[in-house]
């Protein structure tokens, strides 16, 4: 069976909420399907080659170290558009979902030129989007749960990720959020969207094993299953309202 | 409005809170803040020689404690926010107390715990004369934003004639040495018997230099990004500090600043941290080095934190851990696994944050809880309405299954620990759990007689 090559992408520098914890339980949740996986932690000065690995993985990181990873992502600009195009999995999350934009319409530093993978605009915002979010992924029954806490914001995309029933999408009152273009998958939620969202992550799996011709077999549910069922007991008593 | 009438409000509503046994630290102030507009109140106070601010992620609570001990043995009239409200709204409370009619500050010395997002709306005009700095780590980021955001709000606060008295090891604060000409006093930590070179995750602040953004090489960590560290470009370092603690001894609670022989009065790492940052600020504004032996040696400041009770023989030591800011329970983790004897800890929460409802639990996965992966940890028990997410954290830590015992109802609670445990317990939990396992131990006791 093929070896995968997992690449944890600017692990030092955009890990501002728990990213980690969505590398690990991806390579647990890939090892339980008897998958022969390596984790590998790439940054700057690291010679980054996007043919070699198989899942890329990208969180959030401070204003400050976004912009520190664009200078350096910027030259594997090509690169990643062919793996894009070429079906690698990208699982971006948090802000360095704005590096893959056209541009970053800063608040304080003019216009800075992006990867120009996919066609929308960041805006920085004077001010933060903080908050629960609740959404709906249109390939699987159960609702999405998570957290934002971002200045920027997408202007406009036609390929969205997730439906919001509460929270913010793109932009304030967008009811869209995210990116999905073959196996890109950008959002802003951020932290451990996979530990969080286990039935997501068993689609994620299930995709993944499709496009490398890997059986799937079906998972046994532990503890996150338990933790997403109880955080939807204790905070959604219906479809919209958050009860705290 | 003339500052005499604000002062005279202020203090009235002050006397009112108290006449129906209410704190009153923050209420007067949120008046004549808030409700009255006078946000530039603050800048119409005339002040008095020293202004000293201590602000950072953690610590400056202790910090501040120990500065006005010092500082009062010494012979200094001091005020100080000493129970710890630290926003703009306590400060003003505090500040307008303590003037007399003309808006003249009455003591000789302002001390103040100061909030690091609140300490430009404290200080927006008249700046501080001393500003301690005890690290910006990541910390609430549902208010905060990230570490960054919070240190651009602290530079705001920082007037041309403000002394800094700076955490060196923590490279986003020593950042303030270059980019002020002010005095800067630094003091940091030597390598301790915990100091490490790699942590088992990857939660850093700050890992790259600020100035030609190359990878910092450190020689050590002490806990997250605090250590001692160089660019490989020599553009940034932490260098010499002028204050460096040195032989740090947990088990005799001392250490040595600049070869003096200093008594600490926790044997934890955030102990050393304050007790240095102290000793610096009030060496610097003059208190000799005998005269602070005698005040940190001699008359001995008690440790407020980590309550110690008993439960059926055994002893249990409430350390309070606060959620979202994985260092504080790196502290904690790191005090316990130091401790001697079988261990059993109490771990959870039900609400991550009391001063808002967001539950962002991504912080779970930044803190080392692979430190409990040690043979003298008997049992782990797993209490609150998000157990399960604290379960699963633990699952990745590498701890025996055997020994996570999940507890779905607290009344449950001190029966299990009895029954199925033993060792000496440790409570790590947040603040409205405390208050929960308190009335439990209580309970028991009272059963009991």
Not at chain 2, 176 to 182: A, E, I, P, R, V
């Amino acid at each position: 069976m093929k070896k995968i090559k997992i690449a944890h992408l600017y692990y030092d520098l955009m890990n501002l909420y728990g990213e980690n914890g969505n590398v690990r339980y991806l390579l647990d949740r890939l090892e339980k399907q008897n998958i022969d996986v390596s984790l590998y932690f790439l940054s700057i000065g690291d010679k980054i080659d996007f043919d070699k690995y198989d899942f890329y993985y990208m969180g959030t990181g401070s204003e400050e170290n976004k912009l520190i990873v664009l200078e350096d992502i910027i030259k594997y600009k090509k690169q990643i558009k062919t793996a894009i195009l070429n079906g690698k999995f990208f699982l971006v999350t948090g802000n360095s979902l704005d590096l893959f934009g056209k541009r970053i319409e800063t608040y304080d530093k003019g216009n800075i030129e992006a990867l120009d993978i996919f066609d929308y605009i960041v805006k920085e915002e004077d001010f933060r989007i903080v908050g629960e979010q609740y959404y709906t992924f249109p390939f699987i029954d159960e609702k999405i749960i998570g957290f934002q806490n971002r200045n920027s914001a997408i202007m406009e995309y036609n390929h969205p990720l997730f439906k919001v029933i509460s929270g913010t999408g793109y932009k304030p009152q967008s009811l869209e959020e995210g990116i999905l273009e073959k196996h890109f998958y950008g959002t802003y939620l951020l932290g451990p969207l996979l530990v969080r969202n286990p039935y997501f992550t068993d689609y994620l799996i299930k995709e993944f094993c499709r496009e490398y011709d890997i059986q799937y077999k079906n998972n046994i549910e532990d503890s996150s299953y338990k933790a997403y069922q109880m955080y939807l007991n204790n905070f959604y008593n219906n479809d919209k309202t958050i009860n705290n | 409005m003339k500052v005499s009438i604000m002062i005279i409000i202020n203090k009235l509503i002050t006397k009112i809170c108290k006449l129906f046994g209410k704190n009153g630290s923050v209420y007067p102030g949120y008046i004549i803040y808030d409700v009255l507009r006078q946000k530039k109140i603050l800048e119409k106070i005339k002040y008095p020689k020293y202004v000293i601010a201590v602000t950072g992620s953690s610590g400056k609570g202790s910090t501040t404690d120990l500065i006005n001990h010092i500082l009062t043995d010494n012979g200094y009239d001091v005020c100080y926010n000493k129970n710890g409200s630290n926003g703009v709204l306590a400060a003003t409370t505090l500040i307008l107390n303590n003037c007399n009619i003309k808006g003249e500050f009455k003591h000789q010395v302002l001390l103040l715990e100061c909030d690091e997002r609140h300490l430009k709306l404290i200080f927006g005009k008249n700046k501080m004369t001393h500003l301690v700095v005890t690290n910006v780590t990541r910390d609430q980021p549902a208010r905060n934003g990230d570490p960054d955001i919070v240190f651009q709000d602290i530079i705001k606060a920082i007037g041309d004639d403000t002394k800094l008295i700076i955490n060196a090891d923590d490279p986003l604060v020593n950042r303030l040495s270059y980019l002020f000409k002010n005095d800067c006093i630094t003091y940091g930590v030597g390598k301790t018997s915990d100091s490490y070179l790699k942590s088992s995750i990857e939660a850093v602040d700050y890992a790259y230099c600020p100035r030609c953004h190359a990878k910092l090489d450190y020689l050590y960590y002490h806990y997250g990004h605090i250590g001692n560290y160089i660019c490989p470009n020599k553009d940034f370092r932490r260098g010499d500090v002028m204050y460096e603690v040195k032989d740090v001894d947990f088990l005799k609670h001392r250490i040595k600043i600049n070869d003096e022989d200093i008594y600490l009065n926790k044997d934890v790492l955030y102990a050393v941290y304050y007790t240095v940052s102290a000793y610096a600020l009030c060496n610097y504004i003059g208190v000799s080095k005998e005269d602070l032996k005698k005040a940190i040696n001699g008359d001995k400041l008690s440790s407020k934190r980590g309550k110690v009770r008993e439960l059926d023989g055994r002893k249990l030591t409430m350390l309070e851990t606060k959620n979202e800011n994985n260092l504080s329970y790196y502290q904690s983790l790191r005090f316990i696994k130091n401790q001697t004897g079988k261990k059993t800890i109490i771990l959870g929460f039900d609400n991550v944050s009391r001063r808002y409802q967001f539950n962002d639990l991504s912080w779970l996965w930044d803190v080392e809880f692979e430190l409990l992966n040690d043979k003298t940890i008997d049992k782990i028990f797993i209490i609150g309405r998000f157990r399960y997410d604290v379960l699963t954290r633990l699952s990745f830590a590498n701890i025996d299954n055997n020994k996570l015992i999940l507890i779905d109802d607290l009344n449950e609670l001190i029966k299990r620990v009895k029954q199925d445990s033993v060792g000496d317990i440790y409570t790590m939990v947040c603040f409205d759990m405390t208050a929960n396992i308190l009335k439990l131990i209580e309970d028991d006791e009272n059963e009991k007689n």
